[in-house]
């Protein structure tokens, strides 16, 4: 490979670190020659910079783009789209095996059009950690660990084949093994290295070749919103779905507008028994009272002195839930210490201090604070002990008043103000249930157990309550899933997984689990008390979600809380109990015991931490990351460039994204005579949206399963199946806690199909108008499509006939999604909603302005003919906001795009 950079700015320059010189394109020498002031960018912006410095070509980066960076100072905004190619693509499992499905149809369709299937190859490295396929099966006891994994095996075994086989068939292709850790916490613990560097082949003038080392900001996409966690570690990236990331590995640039900045000034440090928790449940509220969609937000500010690195990736971790595209924090003196810290090499970290300092990236205390398009303060003195529920991560409840919140909740959420106090038996046990008790208790998510401080702190809660005798209530499932080997390596170090054991949370599984969905069921004799007597049952966990509907079927009410707190709801059993002043149990002797008796002091938690961990655990622990247990090393590796599709499989077919697809795209058209699939609200997410969880027996996909004779013992969930379009297609928009309300008072995946006015499952409907040959649209409020990066929630859309979907306002990733996929997004103007133009969902919708009008931007219209006769035209914005967007739009979507530039 050749650096090619035009290098305008005469940037390129050379940086010796120890005995090794690097090329790097310095920002100093572009200030210099004419990029006036750009030392004072955000620190994300600088990296941004840097990418289209070393990326000019004429083409995807021209002169203009980089000047557009520096004049961004002047309006602290701007409407300039740039193009950015990240240096690498990280994947979890649920997302990346639909993205190598679709790399390896590619190969297939590729030779259909004649074309060369070698150049279906990730041209950047690309990282697929399997971490979202383990469930809390067992729980409590020693075996649990073992018996999870082999349940995963025996689950996964189509899945795993098929990735052992793109491992072997790609080239810049690695897979974490299952049972390593949790995507974001391998990416900041080990794959992350902050300045990334390629060598390239480069000619002088005698026609000599030499090979130069490249040097540059480390810089990603990754298939998971929460790819945000490595921004702590001064690593630029963000989520966006498998189809943008497709694209990425196949050497397409990710398309953007230069963002605005906001700046969140951080003073003062943490009080006596505040956790990171706290702070990021804080910070989330305050930034999404500030609103930042679409922005990225840079944390700065004598505080960070007194922030550890790991506090720093909790708060990044957290970006989607305060909506932002990324948190990030700038290199500095404990950047460096958490690198040295966790194993990474010696040279690395010379290289990341000595280009840090050359490139103005490194912050000090006395640096001059930069410029941001608007700012934030607070003061860390100010945080108090929080979580975080009962359905929003955005909202905090502080400690002292969960209890009463909770009540209230039951009222106005639950629609149970009537019965606070009520219990009902459970068959078969000595205990009964109520509203509010705690039935599922998670350490879990690598937001949290990424985080040495939080995670000793459960243990020691753990130790001090085993001391005293208490235990977990006995309806409570416990769990503990860390992110990485490290975690339960320095927990069994230092004892506390002994203590931890005896209060239930023994270890489960290295995997996301609770904090996706993979709770696993809860005990019969619980969950049949809970559904039979309709109860509002809690979980409480240390993740980053707490969406309706995501934790467990099961149960209503979810809060974020810290590890430590996990544990001592665990042992209170319930969110009636104001733990800040009630008893959360009794000693062997009867006597009451408070929070106070069995939390730890910040000191103690950090004279554990610092005695404990080791640089030469994270070496040895990550010596080995790509080569697997026993089970991994045992799966046979088949078939050859090409992948031999198994008919019977119900985990892997291949897509009909590809089907008859011709060399030239064909003419977009108007979207004439559309029905109505949905109508729904504000803040439906990509959870409600994507199939996720459990698949149930009498749902369209269990149906699809019976008859393909899996067994319900077998369904395993909607994320494991996202390689198989069959069983995805029939689980989009069936969200047990969806609310179409075409069906008023009615949850699930229900629609009217019409004209006819039959009530029917949304996927059944969709298929009806297939084949009717009716095109359909969909209806929405605000913020539609908000949380993680789900390709599914697109790709589902679109397999179900969707040509547009019309809200208020979208989300990010989902907007760039649709498009991905060759749905039309289109937004509301002038405040107006489906509901203020009077909709039910038995118009006829017919969207103008396709053919002549389609643009970045451009105002279309839906001519809306209602079931009396009468019409209404509405303006619609198109939100395709660049012009790489309307490209991917005009080819189908991105992944056409980029075959037809590849086969030609």
Not at 154 to 183: H, K, M, S
Not at 353 to 359: D, G, I, L, P
Not at 639 to 646: A, H, K, S
Not at 763 to 792: I, Q
């Amino acid at each position: 490979m050749t650096s090619t950079s035009l290098d305008s700015f005469k940037a390129r320059k050379t940086l010796k670190v120890g005995n090794k010189t690097y090329e790097y394109f310095s920002l100093k020498a572009a200030e210099k020659n004419g990029l006036k002031d750009i030392s004072s960018l955000p620190y994300s912006l600088k990296v941004l910079l840097e990418n289209l410095l070393r990326n000019e070509d004429g083409r995807t980066v021209k002169k203009a783009d980089i000047k557009a960076m520096a004049s961004w100072l002047r309006k602290r905004s701007s409407d300039r789209e740039i193009a950015f190619r990240p240096a690498r693509v990280l994947m979890q499992d649920f997302t990346g095996v639909p993205a190598i499905v679709d790399l390896a149809a590619m190969r297939d369709a590729m030779t259909a059009l004649g074309g060369d299937p070698k150049k279906i190859n990730p041209l950047v490295p690309v990282d697929l950690v399997i971490d979202h396929s383990v469930i809390v099966d067992a729980f409590g006891n020693q075996r649990a660990f073992k018996v999870n994994v082999d349940r995963e095996y025996e689950r996964n075994g189509e899945r795993y084949r098929f990735l052992r086989w793109g491992q072997e068939a790609f080239d810049n292709f690695r897979v974490v093994p299952p049972g390593t850790g949790i995507c974001h916490q391998v990416n900041l613990e080990y794959l992350g290295q902050t300045v990334w560097t390629k060598k390239f082949k480069t000619k002088d003038a005698k026609g000599k070749t030499n090979t130069v080392e490249q040097a540059f900001p480390d810089t990603l996409v990754g298939t998971d919103s929460h790819t945000t966690m490595v921004n702590g570690l001064s690593v630029l990236g963000w989520g966006v779905g498998g189809i943008e990331a497709e694209a990425a590995m196949l050497g397409q640039p990710i398309s953007m507008l230069i963002p605005e900045v906001i700046g969140f000034k951080l003073t003062g440090k943490l009080k006596e028994g505040v956790t990171a928790t706290d702070l990021v449940l804080t910070v989330t509220q305050m930034l999404r009272q500030k609103g930042v969609v679409g922005k990225f937000v840079e944390f700065y500010g004598a505080g960070l002195n007194h922030l550890p690195l790991e506090d720093r990736a909790t708060i990044a971790n957290m970006a989607p839930e305060y909506g932002a595209t990324c948190g990030f924090f700038p290199i500095d003196e404990d950047t460096i210490r958490y690198l040295n810290q966790t194993g990474r090499a010696k040279g690395r970290i010379e290289l990341v201090e000595a280009y840090a300092k050359a490139q103005g990236m490194y912050r000090t205390a006395r640096a001059k604070d930069p410029v941001f398009t608007d700012s934030l303060e607070l003061d860390l003195g100010d945080v108090e002990p929080s979580i975080a529920g009962p359905k929003r991560p955005q909202d905090r409840v502080l400690l002292s008043e969960a209890k009463p919140k909770f009540v209230e909740a039951l009222k106005t959420e639950f629609g149970k103000g009537e019965e606070i106090e009520r219990r009902a038996e459970v068959d078969g046990e000595s205990f009964d249930l109520g509203h509010g008790d705690v039935v599922i208790a998670a350490i879990t998510s690598c937001t949290n157990t990424s985080n040495p401080y939080v995670m000793m702190a459960a243990g020691l809660v753990a130790r001090n309550a085993a001391a005293l005798g208490l235990k977990p209530k006995p309806w409570v499932k416990t769990s503990l899933a860390p992110g990485s080997q490290v975690v339960a390596e320095y927990l069994e170090k230092s004892g506390l997984q002994k203590e931890l054991n005896k209060v239930g949370f023994n270890l489960v599984g290295f995997g996301c689990t609770t904090c996706i969905g993979n709770s696993g069921p809860l005990p019969e004799p619980v969950s049949k008390t809970v559904n039979s007597a309709d109860l509002v049952a809690c979980s409480v966990l240390s993740g980053n979600r707490n969406f309706e509907g995501r934790v467990n079927p099961d149960v209503r009410a979810n809060y974020l809380a810290s590890p430590p707190l996990v544990v001592v709801y665990a042992l209170a059993g319930s969110m009636q109990i104001d733990i800040t002043k009630d008893a959360i149990g009794t000693d062997r002797k009867g006597n009451p015991v408070y929070l106070k008796d069995i939390w730890p002091s910040s000191e103690e938690v950090a004279d554990v931490v610092h005695k404990t961990i080791t640089r030469s655990m994270f070496r040895e622990k990550y010596a080995d990351v790509f080569k697997g247990d026993r089970h991994w090393r045992k799966i046979a590796v088949e078939g050859g460039l090409t992948y031999g599709w198994e008919s019977k499989s119900t985990y892997v077919q291949n897509p009909p994204y590809f089907v008859d697809m011709a060399r030239e795209p064909e003419a977009v058209t108007d979207i004439e005579n559309a029905r109505v699939l949905g109508l729904f609200l504000d803040s439906i997410t990509t959870d409600h949206i994507s199939p996720a969880g459990s698949i149930k027996a009498d749902s369209p996909a269990g149906q699809y399963l019976v008859g393909n004779k899996v067994k319900p013992i077998d369904f395993n969930q909607y994320g494991t199946r996202r390689g198989n379009h069959e069983v995805m297609m029939r689980g989009t928009f069936a969200n047990i806690r969806i609310k179409n309300q075409m069906v008023p008072g009615v949850e699930g995946g229900v629609t009217i199909h019409h004209p006819d006015g039959k009530e029917m499952s949304i996927y059944d409907a969709a298929m009806k108008y297939r084949g009717e040959n009716v095109p359909l649209v969909v209806f929405a409020g605000k913020e539609y499509g908000t949380g993680s990066s789900r390709d599914w929630a697109a790709k589902g859309t679109r397999l179900l006939g969707v040509r547009a979907v019309v809200a208020q306002s979208f989300e990010r990733i989902h907007r760039s999604n649709l498009i991905g996929m060759g749905v039309l997004p289109l937004q509301f103007t002038d405040d107006q909603s489906w509901q203020t133009l009077g909709l039910t969902g038995d118009e006829i919708v017919t969207i103008e302005g396709l053919q002549e009008t389609l643009k970045p931007g451009a105002t279309l219209t839906a001519k809306i003919t209602f079931a009396d006769g009468k019409t209404k035209s509405v303006p619609l914005l198109c939100r395709i906001d660049t012009l790489d967007e309307l490209d991917y739009f005009k080819n189908g979507g991105i992944l056409q795009y980029v075959l037809r530039n590849l086969a030609a």
